[in-house]
């Protein structure tokens, strides 16, 4: 059942990964029509968003490319962490 999850996680990344990448690639375009319409606050705005959108997607594709030995040294550091905060809380 799990291994029907991760696939299912993984399909959802890949498709949110892909529907970030055209969001970038319009978000680029309209930044590109508001300079040459002279809209240059318009076009700064598509462009941060566009920045941050790419930033985005470079996330999520850094997780689905990531050596699965990575992915277990981020899952461990992420539990450290999460035991570290119980930890601090607990002494509170």
Same mark, same amino acid.
Request: charged share 40%; glycine share 6%; hydrophobic share 35%.
């Given at each position: 059942?799990?291994?029907?999850?991760?696939?299912?996680?993984?399909?959802?990344?890949?498709?949110?990964?892909? =529907?970030?990448?055209?969001?970038?690639?319009?978000? =680029?375009?309209?930044?590109?029509?508001?300079?040459?319409?002279?809209?240059?606050?318009?076009?700064?705005?598509?462009?941060?968003?566009?920045?941050?959108?790419?930033?985005?997607?470079?996330?999520?594709?850094?997780?689905? =490319?990531?050596?699965?030995?990575?992915?277990?040294?981020?899952?461990?550091?992420?539990?450290?962490?999460?035991?570290?905060?119980?930890?601090?809380?607990?002494?509170?």
């Amino acid at each position: 059942m799990v291994e029907g999850q991760d696939d299912n996680v993984e399909e959802a990344l890949w498709l949110a990964l892909n =529907t970030l990448e055209e969001s970038e690639q319009l978000y =680029t375009r309209f930044a590109q029509q508001a300079q040459e319409r002279n809209h240059a606050w318009m076009g700064d705005r598509f462009s941060k968003k566009a920045q941050t959108v790419r930033e985005r997607a470079s996330a999520i594709r850094g997780l689905l =490319t990531a050596e699965p030995r990575e992915a277990r040294k981020s899952e461990e550091r992420e539990q450290e962490a999460k035991e570290d905060a119980v930890e601090g809380e607990a002494g509170d």
